[in-house]
């Protein structure tokens, strides 16, 4: 079935997961009307002769310059010099939600933009074209140029693009979409490139992701105590509420949830690591961080991000700095610090449930039969080394400020950076709590308990039906993968 997104109303990330496939974007009398009136301002104030940045003058620093006379070269006068980002193309997923989020912005009426631009945005997302969009070349100031850039020439048919996954020129990609070329002006050309379009829908979408991990995690966490026989008492409601921390008190109660029914055998010692005992603490800390993470995303996917925008009804033309994505680069930076610390507890409770000194007389590495097979010992060095790329890539980007444009960029969020390093680490997190899911569903098969709290059993016996114990030895990349998947599906369900 066919997801529909309707511009008037509020954008979702559910929106932006669902366009990774071809869905139906409403354009409906209420968008319409209002991106007719602001084209229709846009020309009132061109015949009045007012300035309008990007219309009538040069860009970024050679804004006192006049632009080409001619609006049609003025489009291209916006679009070429932009043609300058390099490394891999972005995923198509990525790009398609990109192209969504930009036209949710422009729906709203106050870019001065043509209504077909926004039809042709629509007409793309229907189909499974996907503009082929460098990663690297936006510092995220005055909007994603570069990577937007490339985006509104393949919907011209200049550049490349994707269909049904395969990379063509974009001419031929829109030949056989079944799309036409788009046409534009200067103001067309240059609202499609000065929002934060990419960097918003890569923050959304990682944030999506580390809310699947994070409530992972807190099953994951529950599934170990219980075949470890811990007892709950660390997720007290007492405890957590003289704790004070709203994030805590809620990841507590959910946890609370997964355990109910647990029987806990009275053989762990009186304090368990800190791993287990103090993890509604910290995933409680990631909750609250995340609930900022949210507040930016909402906003950003709500916002008009360009320059100028256009007031008919106020007779205004207001130059601004709107497409300054500094929300969501702290957000985007935030949530690289969330989810490194998420991992480093996943891999922490991996390293506790293959030590035989602390899980509870299981053989070491849950092998099946040690020295001669090795259970999760590759897995559990994978996993290290992935927890290990994370943290050395955690370093804020959003302070990493560097004038550029002749000083007219003198000061720069880099949220693109931020989001998509954050998109990046998200990914390796997902492979982290999968190692995890594999380690636990393999402690059973070599002794630990049957898990007494149902939550629990069900993930357990989802994972066996899936996949089989590991004896004799195999390799387990795929293994690790699925587990992932089962333990998210479930999480989502």
Do not use: W
């Amino acid at each position: 079935m066919t997801v529909e997104v309707d511009l008037a109303a509020p954008l979702r990330i559910a929106d932006l997961r669902a366009a990774r496939a071809p869905i139906t974007v409403r354009v409906g009398p209420a968008v319409r009307e209002r991106v007719t009136a602001g084209r229709v301002f846009l020309a009132k104030v061109l015949g009045d002769d007012r300035a309008v940045y990007g219309a009538t003058t040069g860009f970024g620093a050679l804004v006192g310059y006049a632009g080409r006379a001619d609006q049609r070269d003025q489009a291209d006068n916006t679009l070429a010099h932009l043609g300058a980002g390099q490394g891999p193309d972005l995923d198509a997923d990525l790009a398609r939600a990109t192209m969504l989020v930009r036209a949710h912005s422009l729906a709203r009426g106050d870019s001065g933009v043509s209504p077909h631009v926004v039809d042709a945005l629509a007409a793309a997302l229907g189909t499974t074209f996907a503009p082929a969009m460098p990663r690297l070349g936006s510092v995220g100031a005055s909007g994603d140029l570069i990577p937007l850039g490339a985006a509104a020439q393949a919907l011209r048919g200049r550049g490349h693009a994707y269909l049904d996954g395969t990379r063509l020129t974009a001419a031929e990609a829109l030949e056989k979409a079944g799309l036409q070329p788009l046409p534009l002006d200067g103001r067309d050309a240059l609202a499609l490139v000065n929002g934060t379009s990419l960097t918003t829908a890569a923050t959304a979408l990682a944030l999506d992701r580390i809310r699947s991990s994070h409530r992972v995690l807190q099953l994951l966490t529950c599934v170990l105590a219980d075949l470890l026989g811990c007892d709950p008492q660390f997720l007290d409601a007492g405890l957590l509420d003289a704790y004070g921390h709203a994030g805590a008190i809620t990841v507590a109660a959910r946890m609370r949830g997964l355990l109910d029914g647990v029987t806990p055998p009275g053989t762990r010692p009186l304090q368990e690591p800190y791993s287990i005992r103090c993890t509604p603490q910290l995933l409680g800390a990631a909750e609250d961080a995340l609930r900022y993470a949210d507040v930016v995303v909402e906003a950003d996917l709500a916002s008009v991000s360009d320059n100028p925008l256009f007031f008919p009804a106020a007779d205004r033309v207001v130059h601004g700095g709107n497409f300054f994505g500094q929300p969501a680069a702290f957000a985007a930076d935030v949530l690289t610090m969330v989810l490194a610390q998420l991992g480093n507890l996943a891999e922490r409770q991996l390293d506790l449930l293959v030590d035989p000194v602390r899980n509870g007389g299981l053989p070491p590495m849950l092998a099946a039969g040690p020295g001669q097979q090795h259970g999760l010992q590759g897995v559990q060095l994978a996993s290290t080394a992935l927890i290990a790329e994370i943290r050395r890539d955690a370093m804020p980007a959003s302070i990493q400020s560097l004038p550029t444009n002749l000083h007219n960029q003198d000061i720069i969020p880099l949220g693109t950076q931020s989001a998509l390093r954050a998109l990046d680490q998200s990914r390796l997190l997902s492979l982290i709590t999968g190692s995890l899911a594999l380690g636990l569903r393999q402690a059973v098969h070599v002794g630990a308990r049957t898990p007494t709290a149902p939550a629990c059993a069900q993930l357990l016996d989802a994972l066996a039906d899936a996949i089989a114990p590991i004896d004799p030895d195999r390799p387990l990349e795929a293994e690790v993968r699925l587990a992932a998947e089962i333990t998210e599906s479930l999480v989502r369900a």
